[in-house]
Structures are given as C-alpha cells and as structure tokens.
C-alpha cells in the first residue's frame, strides 16, 4: 500500500510514564498581560511627528473609554517593539501624556490611565480585568503567546516556529483568478448547518481520490479549519473530567482548549512507527478513556507515520473497547512522493473513527476551511452546536474553496507543493548537518512540515528560544508539545528558501552561546 | 436627536415578575431524535427510480459506517417530508432495505440499521448515542427546531419566522459585481485575530456615520455573526453560576447558548418604551446580577425603542452597579425614516458598553460577519479565546464585506432596504386589520423586521403554530422568546410582497379552527 519511510532516532531515556496525566494547565491562574492590543501604528508618511501620532492614539482610546480608567498601559520597551519605533520616542509621547495628565506612571507598576481625569471615577468602569479573568477559557500558553508576540512585531525574523506555508505556496494565482473569471451567484443567506452542498460533493470525490476514503454527503460538516473540528468535539461529545489518549508529543499539547474542557489528559509515547496501540488498552483499563487522538500521517510535531500493522491493531483494539478515534490528517496530501498513506478512516468499518481535514496545510490557512466525517448523529449534534457559536461559515469562502478543489490546476498546485516542500527540507537538513553536526539529532520525514530535533546536550527551553529571537530566529521548544525539555520542532514551511541557512546558522550561534 | 415612534399596546394583565429566574433548559435533558440529517435528494432527472436511489443511498452510508449498526432511520413520514416525496416511495426502499437484512423494523422502535449485517458487531461501534448526549451544548429549542424543520423541507411554505431578509434585499447586485471586478490581492495566509484590518477600518468610518460612534480599529473585533459575539462574551467574560439579566420577551431566550453557559437568567419586562433602569438595580441588590444584555433599537420581538431619558438612567444606573451593558444592534439602520437612533455606546464615557452589530439584517446574513466594540482588554481576551474556537474568519468574505461596506453604492443598499421593509411592514399591518380585526393587539415600529403581535384570545402556542403549517405558513410563538402564552412574532422581511397577505389568511383561518 505505501512504504514506511520516516527514519527516527529514539535515544530518549526516559519515555513519558503513559499513564501519567498531564497537569500543564490544571493549577495555572489566567495572567493578566500589561498589553494594548493594538495593530495600529503610526503613519510613517504623515507629516505629524510620530511621538505625537501616538499621544494622539492613546488620546483617542482613552477619550472612547476604550482604555478605561485605571488601564495598564504597556512599558515603553514592549510599546516601541510592537509600533516598530524608538523606545525614546515612546518615552517622549508618555511624557507628553503625563504632563496633559491624562496617564500617571506608579514606581513598581508601570504607566496607567489616569483615575481622576475628566472627572471620571473608576468606580464608574466596570472591573474590566475581574471580567476577562473569568470564563471557561484558558488563555494560550505563555511560550506561545511569546512567539505570537515576536513574529507578530518583527518582520525580519526567520519564522522557523510557524506551521504555515509561505505565501509563494499559497494557491495566489489559481484563487485570484478563479474570483476573477468564474462569477459568484451563490444565494446571500444563511447556509446549510452543514455547511455548503457543492463544497460537501467536491469533497467526497477528492477524499476519495486522494485519501481512499468513501463517504457521502450527509456525514461531512464543513468547519473553520481543523481547530473549529476539534473544537466541537472536545465541546459536544465529552464532558468535564472525561479522561481521553492523546500522543506524546502532540500538536494537542499546545492547544488549551484541552484543558478549557476540563479533560483528564493522558499520554500515548510517540515511537519510529507511531504509538503502541496496546497502550490505549492499558490505559482504558485504568482510566476509562473516552477517546484517543491522533495525528498518523507525518504526525506534528515528530513527522512520523503510524505503521499499516499498528493501524489495523489500533482499529480492532478501538472497535474492541468501543472507543471512539479522532483522525486528524492534515498533512497527508504533502507526501513528498505523492503516495498519499491510507486514512484510518478508509480502514473503518465500524464507524469509530472521526476523520478531520482541512486546507490550511495544503491550500491556504486563511480561507478558514476545514472537514470532518463522522456518524450521522455525531454530524447532527455538532452542526446544531456550531449554529449556537457562529451560525456557520460564509457562503463566499465555501463557494472560494469548492471552485479551488474543483479545478483542474488543483492537482498540479498539490504537485508543487510537495516538490516545493521537499526541497525546503532537503535545505533545512543540509543546513542543521552542516552547521550542527553532531549536536542534534533528527527523523527525515517525506512529507508534512516539521523537523522534530533532539538537541544532544542539556538545554534550558526558554533561555534557547530567547538567545535565538535575539538572534533573529525563532521556532518552537518541543515543552509546547509536551515533550521533555531537549527537543525542538523546526518548521520549513514558512522561512524563505535562503532564510533556513541563515536561521539554522542564527540557532547554532544562539547555541553555543548558552 | 431622534423621535420616538413605537406604538406599543400594553394591556398585559400579568407583566412578569422581573426577579423569577428563567429555567427554561435548567431541568431539561437532551432529547435523542430518531432522525437522519440529510442534505443528500433524489435526483429527479436520473433514470434510475427515486425508491432505488433512497435504497443505493441509505446502503452507502450504511457501508461506510456513517449509519453505524442499531442507528434509527427517520419513519417513513418523516423521511417523505424530508426528501419531498410520497410516503408511498419511502415505504418501497424500506421494504427493499428491510428484505435485504441491511435494516430491521421493530414494533414501536421504527427502523434501524440491522446489528448484525455483514459480521459487524454492535458492540464494535462506540455508543454514538451517549456521546452526542454529553457536553456542554445544549440544542435548540424544540419549537425552533420544529420551525426550521418545516422551513428547510417546505419551500412553498409562507415563512413569517425567519429574521433573515429576502433574497431580493440582499445587495446580490453590488457583491457580485465587487466579486467580479475588484481583484481579490490579499494575503491567504491566517489573518490577525482581532479581523482583517481593512474592515475594521473601514467599520470605524461607518460607525461613525450611521450610529455616531467613535472608536478606533484596536477596539474591534470582527466575528461570525452577532451570535459568535454574544458566543464570546458568555463564555468567556461569564461564569457558570453568573447571573445575568435579560429583557423579557428577548430574543436571548431562544438561544440555549445562555443556559449552556449555566448562566441565571433574570428578567426586565419591556414597556412600551424599553425596560424599567431601575429594575437593573432591584436586579443587582438581590441577585449580583453581573451583565445586562438588551437590544435597544427595534427590540427582538417587541420592535419597541429605548427611549432617550431612559437610555441616561440606565448607563448612570450600569456605572453606578458597575455593571457591563451588552448593546446588541443589529436594526438600527433599518429605520424606516433614516434616523438612526443613537446608540448606548455612543453615549458611554465610562466604558461600560460592549457594543454588537452585523451585517445579517442590513447587508447579507450568509457573509457571517459581525463586530464588537469593547475596552481593550476584553477584545484582547476574546479575540485570543476565538483562536482556540476557529481561527478567526475567512480573508474572503471579510474582504468582501470591507469592498461592500467603502463602495458608493452601500448607502443606496441601505436606502432601498429601509423602503422595502416599510413597504413589507405596511401590508402586513393591513392584512391583520382587514383579516384579523380586534383579534390581534400590536405596535407599529418603524423599522426592524418583526411585529409582535398579542393574540385577544386564550390560545396555545403549539396548537395554533401546528395548524398554521398545515395551512402553509410558519411563524415564531412569543413562548420562544419568554413571554406568556399568547403572543406572536411575525415577521415580514423573508415572505414576498403576495405572500405576506395569503400568509396571514391562512393564519387567520388556523386561528379560527382552534
């Protein structure tokens, strides 16, 4: 069927206790961050001096009460780094702020939004900050936030962190003119809660096609990416305190909607070939888990493949304790050779496995298109959930992404893909070997994003990251994915063909530095 | 600044107590319903007979283990309805499926899919039931979904349920000419989390015009819908417990999202000119409500306007509390006259105003596009929770809505819109005078979409919509949105001009049968 081609080298010590929970989360409050939010910045064009145009924002957000009385204001490092400008000229419109007496500095607590000014009294503004600290949302992990920050305000760094593609990968041309030439007629209302009928009936025949994977219609939901999929089920199908399998190290790790869910977290160790699928039943037996979830094809953060062997044991075993499977399979199509491995959807008879796509990793993230397939009953439950959060998906961006797959250059744009890929791989490997050697030690996987390294001596996760952003680089420590500290997941989707030399060279200096 | 013109008859006999908490869903299990959701038709040009198509279908999903072992299939009835065909036909690929052994029928448990087809055992197939029966979401009301049941499967039916528009109000004309001749440049990679910045300037200038808001691009965020909004605020502002006070009626309490938040909900009876401020008080002193959600302009159902006076003692009475104020505006423009009543938020200086608007009832509902106004820290914690729900919105529709918003010929949108309702409103006034007489008590709002409606006469909701549809037309029972028995929201932006009065016949003739 398809040949096992990930090579691993698996030198840990100590592989996570599986039946150990994971606790990332459990006892953390909600951080209050002293951050605007802002994506204005100044008009470099305008003839008002830029000090002056930032007095003027603030002016304006204090006077709508958009920064209430009482608001932290950032420091001036953090305000300069996200405008992109001198800190002394953050200085200087604080100042001029100060002197106005609309802001007031406390030695200890930063540059605040004056209590008194304009006769305003605080006890007039809600408890803004009790409010955000409330609610069922985790906010993302700090390390994440962290790298959100600088790639957010930094453009010239070398972005190995993010599991995007660059935007030379992006399908531009077939997009830009399919709105062009093909006219939009669709009707302007409320969609199916299903979603889009012609997207649903494109996608059966290109599951099919690519992934082996008969289905009809009926048992596809359409969703905002993979992210909103597992969204509905993480919400809708379990309840708080079920225990369910995820893999060590897994993509789930980094996303907080886990443990916003209040599940009871617990690990399956990701080996050459994948996890054990005898692990599940240990832990079912111990900890009734409720569901497992998986990424098998070029799995993040590891690239590994799921072997066909442990695929058909992993099915008998599920089927056997009736536990559900979620498939997340975002990077099949990326196969570098084009021999796309079968789904665990396509092996499945007994209708256990939830299957998750999308076309953020192979077309374009920010067309926000994704799938599920599942029972028909599960796809009730969820669509009828998902009409409670946000009333579906726009008509424009389904209409958008059935034309794309439709379209007789989607094949060649998948073509290039994998060759585009398998190229920035074939640099970002050359590169570490080079001008890593020894240090590290990594799996070569023929598909997907991401090249998970062991870095071969004892390193502190967060001090590496901030010596390389100093540097110029950034990616992301494998502690996100719950991982043991040591490991790092490079990503060569996004940087620029001559940006990975230059980013592996920025990491190794950073390196030896610490 | 503007005038007042709701008329409101208000011979309520027994308004409400304001302090009885609403425990609509509080006791309410989910409930499990034998039904297939399928988009999936005959098709009617295919040689191939429609009960052999039915048969090739239900066998497909039933292959694929998307109608898993021991999964209930609709009754005949039902199915009929659903796919728009006789009973007769349903019948015969029941017969054919049941003689094959692929499905079993039992007395007074309908139709399932066979336990033993094919080897596979039942108890190989996850209990799909008890997992769609857990979570957190609860689903739609049962009158809701009766309504959207009926609407989906019956295009002939008059429908005076929706508050959606029309097609022919939708601006067809301007989004598929932008679609065809403005070119579509952006970036498809993940757009910022708080929106595309385009729309959110393109927002801030037309805030200001229409409802004279100031605010700045950093105060907004862009959502799916006014509900992804309202979806936000409840999760992630709220807690579980909170109470929270509502108008009553309010469209709020046809939206299980608020009691699958676990939220109290309290209750301020609508006047003829808006809810009572001081009631917001008695509220807090007794139950620490912790948010007030109202709908000023054109209120979901009542149509009623918050009058001026009223407007100045609630924001003094909301920043006195200390309590947030939830504007939800999705009508203001739609007033008939052009002046626009001026919102809360634009008369908030102490930031307590989380502000609410979308394009579903001005522009186009199936664009999914929405937005808040808030203090910057609130956009900053919902803006990073919805990363963890989606992702954000599609580039595409958020690009067309920006085209849609700066072209010239919005406001004439606008301008025609308002002309169409008026219109729409006026011949439903006339056909309940001509039709109903003294029957029906109502107001006349000018603007919105709704008319609310009091029934003189003792009446039972389900009855009287039941007899409704059997004479072609839907309409939503004031129950859905709280109020006593008795009440009716028509609406009269979806119908066409002749449906509107064939429409209300055929109300006035159930009416009279019961």
Same mark, same amino acid.
């Given at each position: 069927?398809?040949?096992?081609?990930?090579?691993?080298?698996? %030198?840990?010590?100590?592989?996570?206790?599986?039946?150990?929970?994971?606790?990332?989360?459990?006892?953390?409050?909600?951080?209050?961050?002293?951050?605007?939010?802002?994506?204005?910045?100044?008009?470099?064009?305008?003839? !008002?001096?830029?000090?002056?145009?930032?007095? =003027?924002?603030?002016?304006?957000?204090?006077?709508?009460?958009?920064?209430?009385?009482?608001?932290?204001?950032?420091?001036?490092?953090?305000?300069?780094?996200?405008?992109?400008?001198?800190?002394?000229?953050?200085?200087?419109?604080?100042?001029?702020?100060?002197?106005?007496?609309?802001?007031?500095?406390?030695?200890?607590?930063?540059?605040?939004?004056?209590?008194?000014?304009?006769?305003?009294?605080?006890?007039?503004?809600?408890?803004?900050?009790?409010?955000?600290?409330?609610?069922?949302?985790?906010? +993302?992990?700090?390390?994440?936030?962290?790298?959100?920050?600088?790639?957010? @305000?930094?453009?010239?760094?070398?972005?190995?962190?993010?599991?995007?593609?660059?935007? %030379?990968?992006?399908?531009?041309?077939?997009?830009?003119?399919?709105?062009?030439?093909?006219?939009?007629?669709?009707?302007?209302?409320?969609?199916?809660?299903?979603?889009?009928?012609?997207?649903?009936?494109?996608?059966?025949?290109?599951? !099919?096609?690519?992934?082996?994977?008969?289905?009809?219609?009926?048992?596809?939901?359409?969703?905002?990416?993979?992210?909103?999929?597992?969204?509905?089920?993480?919400?809708?199908?379990?309840?708080?305190?079920?225990?369910?399998?995820?893999?060590?190290?897994?993509?789930?790790?980094?996303?907080?909607?886990?443990?916003?869910?209040?599940?009871?977290?617990?690990?399956?160790?990701?080996?050459?070939?994948?996890?054990?699928?005898? =692990?599940?039943? #240990?832990?079912?037996?111990?900890?009734?888990?409720?569901?497992?979830?998986?990424?098998? @094809?070029?799995? +993040?953060?590891?690239?590994?493949?799921?072997?066909?062997?442990?695929? !058909?044991?992993?099915?008998?075993?599920?089927?056997?304790?009736?536990?559900?499977?979620?498939?997340?399979?975002?990077?099949?199509?990326?196969?570098?050779?084009?021999?796309?491995?079968?789904?665990?959807?396509?092996? =499945?008879?007994?209708?256990?496995?939830?299957?998750?796509?999308?076309?953020?990793?192979?077309?374009?993230?920010?067309?926000?298109?994704?799938?599920?397939?599942?029972?028909?009953?599960?796809?009730?439950?969820?669509?009828?959930?998902?009409?409670?959060?946000?009333?579906?998906?726009?008509?424009?961006?389904?209409?958008?992404?059935?034309?794309?797959?439709?379209?007789?250059?989607?094949? %060649?744009?998948?073509?290039?893909?994998?060759?585009?890929? =398998?190229?920035?791989?074939?640099?970002?490997?050359?590169?570490?070997?080079?001008?890593?050697?020894?240090?590290?030690?990594?799996?070569?996987?023929?598909?997907?994003? +991401?090249?998970?390294?062991?870095? @071969?001596?004892?390193?502190? %996760?967060?001090?590496?990251?901030?010596?390389?952003? !100093?540097?110029?680089?950034?990616?992301?420590?494998?502690?996100?994915?719950?991982?043991?500290?040591?490991?790092?997941?490079?990503?060569?989707?996004?940087?620029?063909?001559?940006?990975?030399?230059?980013?592996?060279?920025?990491?190794?200096? #950073?390196?030896?530095?610490?």
């Amino acid at each position: 069927m398809f040949a096992f081609k990930a090579r691993f080298n698996s %030198d840990r010590k100590n592989p996570p206790n599986p039946q150990r929970p994971c606790s990332l989360y459990l006892n953390r409050r909600y951080i209050i961050h002293k951050e605007v939010r802002t994506m204005w910045k100044p008009d470099r064009s305008d003839k !008002k001096p830029i000090y002056q145009q930032i007095v =003027d924002h603030i002016e304006r957000s204090i006077s709508y009460a958009e920064l209430p009385p009482g608001s932290a204001l950032p420091s001036e490092r953090k305000l300069a780094e996200q405008l992109g400008v001198n800190r002394s000229t953050v200085i200087q419109a604080y100042e001029e702020l100060r002197a106005s007496g609309l802001v007031e500095s406390v030695v200890g607590s930063g540059t605040r939004v004056s209590l008194t000014k304009w006769g305003i009294s605080p006890s007039h503004t809600p408890n803004w900050r009790q409010y955000t600290e409330g609610g069922t949302f985790l906010p +993302n992990l700090p390390l994440m936030r962290r790298i959100r920050e600088v790639t957010q @305000n930094d453009a010239s760094i070398i972005n190995m962190a993010s599991g995007e593609l660059s935007s %030379d990968l992006f399908p531009n041309t077939i997009v830009h003119r399919l709105l062009r030439e093909q006219h939009f007629q669709e009707h302007l209302g409320y969609d199916d809660p299903q979603g889009y009928s012609p997207l649903r009936n494109s996608l059966v025949a290109s599951l !099919k096609q690519y992934n082996g994977i008969d289905t009809t219609e009926s048992s596809l939901l359409i969703t905002s990416g993979s992210q909103q999929s597992l969204y509905l089920i993480t919400q809708c199908l379990l309840s708080p305190g079920d225990a369910v399998a995820i893999e060590d190290p897994s993509y789930c790790y980094s996303l907080p909607m886990f443990q916003s869910a209040g599940l009871r977290i617990f690990r399956l160790p990701v080996h050459q070939d994948g996890i054990e699928p005898e =692990d599940i039943a #240990a832990l079912y037996r111990q900890h009734r888990i409720r569901m497992v979830f998986l990424n098998p @094809n070029y799995q +993040n953060p590891t690239g590994t493949i799921l072997s066909e062997a442990k695929r !058909k044991r992993l099915l008998a075993i599920a089927a056997d304790l009736r536990i559900p499977i979620v498939e997340d399979d975002p990077f099949s199509l990326t196969s570098f050779s084009g021999a796309v491995p079968p789904s665990l959807k396509a092996m =499945d008879t007994d209708g256990i496995v939830l299957y998750i796509g999308s076309l953020s990793k192979i077309a374009a993230s920010g067309l926000r298109i994704g799938w599920m397939i599942a029972p028909q009953s599960v796809i009730g439950r969820l669509s009828d959930a998902r009409q409670q959060m946000d009333f579906g998906l726009s008509i424009v961006s389904q209409w958008v992404a059935e034309r794309l797959l439709a379209s007789e250059s989607f094949e %060649d744009h998948i073509h290039q893909l994998r060759h585009a890929l =398998d190229g920035k791989q074939r640099i970002m490997v050359q590169s570490l070997k080079d001008m890593l050697g020894d240090k590290v030690t990594f799996c070569q996987p023929q598909g997907g994003l +991401n090249l998970w390294c062991k870095i @071969n001596q004892p390193v502190d %996760d967060s001090k590496l990251l901030e010596e390389s952003i !100093k540097r110029g680089v950034v990616f992301v420590p494998g502690s996100v994915y719950g991982s043991e500290p040591g490991y790092i997941r490079f990503s060569y989707a996004k940087p620029g063909l001559n940006d990975i030399p230059a980013g592996v060279a920025a990491f190794s200096r #950073a390196l030896e530095n610490i």
